[in-house]
């Protein structure tokens, strides 16, 4: 399967700042990449898919200018959550899917982010 | 938009029980129905999986049956052991993926 990293692990900061999460495929080339957002004790829920060199699409009721998006690369994508609340606390998990036609999905190790 | 079911939230089983989590959906063109377990902290990982042409997948300890009729299916876990104890997702994947609620499963020594 698919090997994917995500990086920081963790991450506290000030409320008001901009933190940016990467979430890199390191064994095969990933046109779409996942971001899910995860609160204690709940599921997974999509926030947007992650297109190389074009723009994310964002589900329902996720902010495009809070939570951009950046897909440079076929290895490589990013989110950057702005001008961080403490609301925005939470695990953020990237994903990408498998060889074409496999539909598995591969996780990153998840981004657990506090906002103070 | 598919929706998924997952019951139940929690489950606790003694040592060597069975366990059992179903999962239910809606879109008739979901054909792909994975199951992934977190343990806390930590990305899920995927266990299981079965296609819409398969009724019935087993790997050791751990089998999913499918009804695509009834757009259900289920995670049955055998002789359950104390490092089974996490939270397990179902998921169906059509177009993209939905996951389940979650179950928080804890095995009891």
């Known amino acids: 399967g698919a090997v994917v990293s995500q990086h920081p692990s963790w991450v506290i900061c000030k409320s008001g700042t901009s933190v940016k999460i990467e979430c890199r495929s390191l064994?095969?080339?990933?046109?779409?990449m996942f971001w899910y957002r995860q609160f204690p004790k709940q599921s997974l829920m999509l926030m947007a898919t992650?297109?190389?060199?074009?723009?994310?699409?964002?589900e329902q009721g996720v902010e495009k200018d809070k939570f951009l998006i950046n897909h440079a690369s076929l290895t490589l994508s990013t989110l950057t959550v702005t001008s961080a609340h403490p609301e925005d606390s939470s695990f953020y998990i990237c994903?990408?899917?498998?060889?074409?036609?496999?539909?598995?999905?591969?996780f990153g190790e998840g981004s657990r982010l506090t906002v103070l | 938009g598919e929706n998924v079911e997952q019951h139940p939230s929690t489950l606790s089983v003694q040592e060597g029980d069975s366990a059992v989590i179903k999962c239910t959906y809606s879109?008739?063109?979901?054909?792909?129905f994975p199951w992934y377990k977190q343990e806390l902290g930590k990305r899920p990982q995927l266990i299981i999986d079965?296609?819409?042409?398969?009724g019935e997948k087993k790997d050791q300890r751990i089998a999913v049956t499918l009804n695509k009729t009834a757009k259900h299916f289920s995670l049955h876990i055998t002789e359950t052991q104390p490092e089974d104890s996490a939270v397990y997702f179902c998921?169906?994947?059509?177009?993209?993926?939905?996951f389940g609620t979650g179950t928080s499963l804890t095995v009891i020594p």
């Open positions: 994903s990408v899917s498998g060889l074409a036609g496999a539909g598995e999905l591969f």
């Open positions: 064994d095969f080339q990933a046109t779409t």
């Open positions: 992650s297109n190389e060199g074009s723009k994310a699409t964002y």
């Open positions: 879109d008739s063109a979901s054909n792909y």
């Open positions: 079965i296609r819409s042409n398969v």
């Open positions: 998921a169906a994947n059509g177009n993209q993926f939905y």
